[in-house]
C-alpha cells in the first residue's frame, strides 16, 4: 500500500502530514534522485502552481529538495495544470510539477508529476519515487546544485498553444460569454484568450487572495456564474476549477452541461468528422449509463476505466483513443494536450456553437441520463467502514435489488476520506431507497 500518492499525486491539508514544507522537500529531493539518475547537470524540471497561499511554501520547499540533488529549477507561476505538461516538453524538461489540491477548498493543497512526454506519472513511477522519499537520500556534491530561475512568459506560451486548438478562421464575435475561473490559476489566462478571439467576456472568479480559490464558484460550484449569465443576458458560460484541467458548461439559462454531455457532443461531433480516433470515447465507471447507450446508438463505443483522469489517458495512449474524460468535466483530447484540459474544452463547445448556429441549450443536452444519485459519507481517516459487516450487507442487498434495473458503484475517494455511493436506475424510488440504505450504514461505521 502507498503512503503519499493517490489516485492524482499527494494530496492533503496544508501543514499537516503529508502536505508538510518538510515532506515537500523530501519529495523534491526524490524525484530529483529519480530523474537525476546520470549524475550529469543538464537535468530539468518545470513547477506550476495555482493560487493558494499555501504555494509559495511548497514552491521553495520542492525548489530545495530537486535542487539539492542537482535537478534545474524552472517556476513557471500561477499556470494551469494543462501549462504545465505542455512546458514539460516544450523546455524539454525530465519532470513537471504542479502544486495543486484542484477543485478542494483552499486549506487543502497537492503534488502533481508529469513525466518528459507531458503525461502524468504511472503508479510505477510513483511507488519508485515515493520508496525514495522514505529512504536515505544521498544530496549532490556542493558544485553540483542545481539552480532555479523564473520563466516569466509561461502563461502568454500556454494561451497561445490553447488558441492553436480553436478553428482556424473561427471567431467568437457577438459571443457574449460568463468565464468563471474560480479565483484560481487561469483568472488571467482564460479572459484573455476568450477575448482574444472576439468574445465579450463577462469574468467570475478572477480575483484570487490565496484563500478564495474554488469558493463559492468555479467548475463545483456554479452557481455564481449561473446570475451572472442570466444578469447579463450572456451566451454560455464555461466554469472552470481552481487549477483549469475540469469545466463545466453552462447555457443560456444557466443550466449545467456535464462532461458526460460535453464529451457526448464532442464524440457525435468528431467522429461524423471522420476525427474519433478508434470509435470509441474513454471515460470511467461514473459516467451515465445514458451515455454508453447514445454512443451505441451512434454505432460507437463508451470504454469505461477506473476513477481518476489519469487512468483515462493510461486507456486512450494504450488504445489509441483520442478523447476521453470524466463527469466531472475532466476532457482529455490528446490531440492537443496530455491531460484534461478545461479551457480547451470549453473552447469545442464554443466552437460548435459558432459552427451550427445553435443555442447552448440545445447542444447541452445530447443524451437523456439516466437517474443517478451520488452521496459522500466522510469518514475518520483511521477507519475503514466499508469492511463493517453491516455495510457489505447492506451493498449486498442493493446489488441484488438493482439487478436488472440499474448499477451500483461504491468507493473510497483517492484525493478525500469519502466514500463515494453512487447509484443508477430508472426507478427513482428505488434509486433514493438503494444509495440511502447504503449511505445510513457507512454513516454509522464511520
Not at 196 to 218: M, R
Not at 287 to 303: C, I, P, Q, T, V
Not at 346 to 371: D, H, I, N, Y
Request: with cysteine; proline share 4%.
Amino acid at each position: 500500500m502507498r503512503k503519499l500518492f493517490g489516485t492524482d499525486g499527494v494530496r492533503g491539508t496544508a501543514n499537516q502530514y503529508p502536505m508538510t514544507a518538510e515532506m515537500a522537500l523530501k519529495i523534491g529531493a526524490a524525484a530529483g534522485r529519480y530523474f537525476r539518475n546520470d549524475g550529469s547537470n543538464g537535468h530539468r524540471v518545470v513547477i506550476g502552481k495555482d493560487t493558494r497561499l499555501s504555494g509559495y511554501m511548497f514552491e521553495n520547499a520542492l525548489t530545495a529538495g530537486l535542487t539539492s540533488t542537482g535537478m534545474n529549477v524552472l517556476l513557471l507561476g500561477p499556470v494551469p495544470t494543462p501549462a504545465v505538461g505542455l512546458m514539460t516538453t516544450s523546455m524539454r524538461a525530465d519532470v513537471g510539477v504542479m502544486i495543486s489540491a484542484s477543485h478542494n477548498p483552499h486549506h487543502d493543497n497537492g503534488i502533481k508529476f508529469f513525466g518528459p512526454d507531458g503525461f502524468k506519472l504511472s503508479d510505477e513511477a510513483e511507488a519508485e519515487i515515493e520508496a525514495l522519499v522514505f529512504s536515505d537520500l544521498v544530496p549532490a556534491q556542493a558544485n553540483n546544485i542545481g539552480r532555479a530561475k523564473r520563466v516569466d512568459d509561461a502563461r502568454f506560451r500556454y494561451q497561445e498553444r490553447v488558441k492553436s486548438t480553436f478553428p482556424s478562421g473561427q471567431r467568437l464575435d457577438g459571443m457574449k460569454v460568463v468565464i468563471d475561473c474560480a479565483n484560481g490559476a487561469a483568472h488571467r489566462c482564460a479572459p484573455e484568450v476568450l477575448w482574444e478571439l472576439g468574445a465579450e467576456v463577462i469574468p467570475v472568479g478572477t480575483s484570487p487572495n490565496g484563500y478564495n480559490i474554488n469558493e463559492n464558484c468555479g467548475s463545483t460550484s456554479t452557481q455564481t456564474a449561473a446570475d451572472a449569465i442570466v444578469s447579463h443576458n450572456a451566451d454560455v458560460g464555461i466554469c472552470l476549477d481552481g487549477d483549469a484541467d475540469r469545466v463545466m458548461v453552462l447555457d443560456e439559462n444557466g443550466q449545467v452541461c456535464d462532461g458526460d454531455q460535453l464529451m457526448a457532443l464532442m464524440a457525435t461531433r468528431w467522429a461524423e468528422m471522420d476525427m474519433l480516433r478508434g470509435g470509441a470515447l474513454v471515460a470511467t465507471v461514473m459516467s451515465n449509463l445514458g451515455l454508453e447507450r447514445h454512443l451505441e446508438a451512434k454505432g460507437l463505443r463508451l470504454e469505461r476505466t477506473g476513477v481518476g483522469d489519469r487512468y483515462v489517458v493510461e486507456a486512450m495512449r494504450n488504445g489509441g483513443y483520442n478523447l476521453g474524460g470524466e463527469q466531472s468535466g475532466h476532457i482529455v483530447m490528446t490531440d492537443y494536450t496530455t491531460t484534461g484540459d478545461g479551457l480547451i474544452a470549453g473552447l469545442q463547445f464554443l466552437s460548435e456553437m459558432q459552427r451550427s448556429g445553435k443555442p447552448a441549450s440545445a447542444l447541452s443536452r445530447t443524451f437523456e441520463p439516466v437517474p443517478q444519485l451520488l452521496k459522500n459519507v466522510r469518514y475518520d481517516a483511521g477507519s475503514d467502514p466499508l469492511n463493517a459487516a453491516l455495510v457489505k450487507a447492506a451493498i449486498a442487498q442493493a446489488e441484488a435489488d438493482l439487478v436488472g434495473t440499474g448499477r451500483l458503484l461504491i468507493r473510497k475517494s483517492g484525493t478525500e476520506p469519502l466514500v463515494r455511493v453512487m447509484a443508477e436506475c430508472e426507478d427513482n424510488a428505488l434509486l433514493e431507497q438503494v444509495v440511502d440504505g447504503i449511505v445510513a450504514e457507512v454513516e454509522a461505521a464511520a
